[in-house]
């Protein structure tokens, strides 16, 4: 009962702070309020100096900034966070974790990166990585490897990647004979692994969080609308045809909110499981919003409305940390492995 009264504080404000009628606030005056808000310290463990709290408090933040189309870089920020917290081999952790819990934003890869090389000379690209304009450093996580990589260190690069989505920005991060500080290693090895799938949940977990809220809002949204635009002189909610679908997909996402808060409560869930949850979750975000965008008519192709910013966001959520087709196969073998 705890955590679900905890949970639900969490949910009351960031309401009040990011309250879903105000669809993409500025950025940075958003991160400037996370910061202040503490929510960098919610699942950082308290011996670290964090809060101590489970992926269900994470996930109720992320929930709710999916309502409102947060602009503010917070999944990967609350990830790297975590890993950072998680790190014992770094040096000055303690500083570290001082750091990016007031204010300075670490960023990583939200999709697969091609990083190769030692050390000495590591070279590739680092796709869709958030916000890295305001970012200080960007966790590469290669195989026996994570690291913090300065963003304004020789052989770095930055370039933004242009989007649909408005409401975020990616940008790639190329090395070329980029020289690894030995201080900024955070783990090798067996640790780095771990740290690396530690890194990867939590981001797919935060990816499901926010298209389940932001396929609530656009629900909300589309009701409001059939209630108030007419047909014959009625307003288009009170057609029956119309009602179904709408409970149609008011069930189709309560599913997958259940879905949701039991992997929250199961801190040993496998990679697999929780990609599935983030295939499904972003799947249904998805298609929710070309549901919303038929129930609006023509008017919800236009741009004057607000279709567009969630199928947009939707369709990146579907993308980033892999794709259904990727997760899916994983847990289908993982169910087939079980079976034998």
Known sequence: MGAVIERQELHDAAQKAFPADALKPNRDESWKLVTEMGWLMLSLAEDAGGLGLGRDSAAAIHY???????TAPLIPAMATVQAIGAATDLADQAGWIE??????????????????????ALSGTLPAVPDADMASHVMLANPGRAALVPLDAPGVTVTERP????SRRLFDVTLDGYVLDPALVMATGAAAEAL?????????????ADSLGGANTILDLTVE????????????GMFQALQHRCADLKVLIGAAEALLWSRAMQPDATMAEIGGLKAHATEVYRWVCEEAIQLHGGVGLTEEMYCHLFMKRANLNVQLGGNADLWRELVGREALAAAE
Not at 64 to 70: F, T
Not at 196 to 208: N, P, Q, S, V, W
């Open 99 to 120: 750091r990016v819990t007031t204010g300075e934003f670490v960023t990583t890869n939200l999709s697969a990166g091609d990083v190769t090389g030692d050390g000495d």
């Open 64 to 70: 709710e900034m999916g309502k409102a189309l947060g």
């Open 225 to 236: 609308y059939l209630k108030t635009r007419k047909q014959f002189d009625r307003p288009l």
């Open 163 to 166: 989007l649909w989505d408005e």
């Open 196 to 208: 690396t799938r530690r890194l990867k949940g939590e981001m797919i977990f935060a990816l499901a």
